[in-house]
């Protein structure tokens, strides 16, 4: 981040949790300069001189948190309702999610939908608190499909072009080979440091049934195309094993959800090297919350279709060598569950893969291997000093950060309880 003061911090005493070897290391200090990882070395094997010194006592220190799938803007769970809310309502509403993603831990978060370069250069800029932003800018999505919040008989679509911005959509409207590649191209001059686009029916939807496929091949392939020659990728909403087959074959690089995989979809994407970035607490929280928090009775309706398939679908992908990276996706008041997902993942999958997840994945899907995600010299100073071990207990992560003693961010102590 810029604007800030340049510190220099030496954590000692504290046990380091590599996502990568999956164990906790005794005996090493981290020095940070300015918003970098400077030295990860023996403890007390260099003078201190200037930099300020902090005792972690015994605590765990661990990379900052990704969740590879948010919607920092989706302050109503209503996606039709939040895309009329004026723009300054939605921005304002977004202030306090992005606050408590970062007291969560979260210090980077990808935006599948809504969040564009504006806010994630407010965050860069410390105007405004919260994780680090890899927007998408809007979704691309065709007539009809997930990111189509018409209900049926309206005719006027709430987004009719690319100049007129609301805010509060998650998606644009846009068919056809030729005008999927302007809509590339104008996400990426906006600044959208990757695409998304919706290949399957979702539940939030009111008109496209789940068992959909979404695109053509050749719009797919051709906003593939587009991503590729800007150096990026594309980002996937589907549900099943058809949606993902057709979206992983045309070059979709992640696949968001992915509750409806089969067993040879999922070998076909490991041999892809495509990633999954399953959500399952979304489902969990739609179907206990959903209703009163105004979900239409449409999309309620659709929930169980894929929240009983979604904890399969995790040991599917596993099964597999599938990596998966870690995605919450939820709405409205239903952000307060975002860390709930690592409860989830660990359940049937481990506390180390669940760990990873949100650390060492989530890093390489979003193409910052050595950046974030770890403890090295040359990685951004994104770290948590946790009380507790999650290693051996998930639940220290768990929640609102009541267990994180202290949260650093691009070398910027943003909580400090020790």
Same mark, same amino acid.
């Given at each position: 981040?810029?604007?800030?003061?340049?510190? +220099?911090?030496?954590?000692? *005493? /504290?046990? &380091?949790? =590599?996502? /990568?070897?999956?164990?906790l290391l005794s005996g090493l200090e981290v020095q940070i300069d300015g918003e970098r990882i400077s030295a990860v070395r023996e403890q007390g094997s260099v003078a201190v001189g200037d930099a300020q010194v902090i005792d972690l006592g015994g605590r765990t220190l661990m990379p900052g948190l990704i969740d590879c799938h948010v919607h920092v803007l989706a302050s109503n769970a209503n996606l039709g309702v939040n895309a009329l809310q004026p723009n300054a309502i939605i921005l304002y509403r977004a202030l306090p999610i992005l606050a408590a993603m970062l007291q969560r831990g979260f210090t980077t978060v990808r935006d599948a939908g809504g969040a564009d370069w504006a806010l994630a250069r407010s965050i860069a800029l410390g105007l405004v608190p919260g994780p680090r932003i890899f927007a998408s800018g809007k979704a691309l999505s065709q007539t009809g499909g997930h990111g189509d919040m018409r209900a049926r008989g309206e005719l006027? &679509? +709430? !987004? #009719?072009?690319?100049?007129?911005? @609301?805010? /509060?959509?998650?998606? @644009?409207?846009? =068919?056809?080979?030729?005008?999927?590649?302007l809509a590339v191209r104008e996400e990426l001059q906006q600044g959208a440091t990757q695409i998304k686009i919706m290949a399957s029916g979702g539940v939030s939807s009111p008109t496209d #049934?789940?068992? *959909?496929?979404? $695109? +053509? !091949?050749? !719009?797919?392939?051709?906003?593939? =195309? !587009?991503?590729?020659?800007?150096?990026? $990728?594309?980002?996937?909403?589907? $549900?099943?094993?058809?949606?993902i087959r057709r979206a992983v074959e045309c070059g979709v690089r992640t696949i968001e959800h992915g509750n409806l995989v089969d067993a040879p979809t999922a070998a076909l994407m490991a041999a892809k090297g495509a990633f999954a970035v399953p959500t399952q607490v979304t489902y969990e929280m739609l179907a206990e919350h959903g209703a009163a928090a105004g979900l239409p009775a449409e999309s309620v309706a659709k929930i169980e279709d894929v929240r009983q398939a979604g904890r399969n679908a995790l040991k599917l992908f596993a099964e597999a060598g599938v990596e998966m990276g870690y995605g919450s996706d939820l709405l409205g008041e239903m952000h307060q569950y975002q860390s709930y997902e690592l409860k989830i993942r660990a359940q049937v999958l481990g506390n180390l893969a669940a760990i990873q997840s949100a650390t060492s994945v989530a890093a390489k899907i979003l193409q910052r291997e050595g950046e974030l995600g770890c403890i090295a010299p040359g990685?951004?100073?994104?770290? &948590?000093?946790? =009380? /507790?071990? #999650? &290693?051996? +207990?998930?639940?220290?992560?768990?929640?609102q950060g009541e267990q994180l003693a202290m949260i650093i961010q691009s070398g910027q102590v943003q909580k400090n309880v020790m």
């Open positions: 981040m810029t604007g800030k003061t340049t510190i +220099s911090l030496i954590l000692r *005493n /504290g046990q &380091l949790l =590599d996502p /990568g070897k999956g164990e006027l &679509l +709430s !987004e #009719p072009c690319s100049c007129c911005f @609301r805010a /509060g959509a998650i998606a @644009r409207v846009v =068919d056809g080979v030729d005008n999927v590649r #049934p789940i068992a *959909n496929t979404q $695109y +053509s !091949e050749a !719009e797919i392939r051709a906003i593939v =195309d !587009e991503a590729h020659a800007a150096n990026t $990728y594309v980002m996937a909403h589907a $549900y099943t094993a058809r949606a990685a951004l100073a994104d770290l &948590l000093v946790v =009380d /507790g071990n #999650p &290693l051996a +207990s998930i639940d220290c992560l768990v929640g």
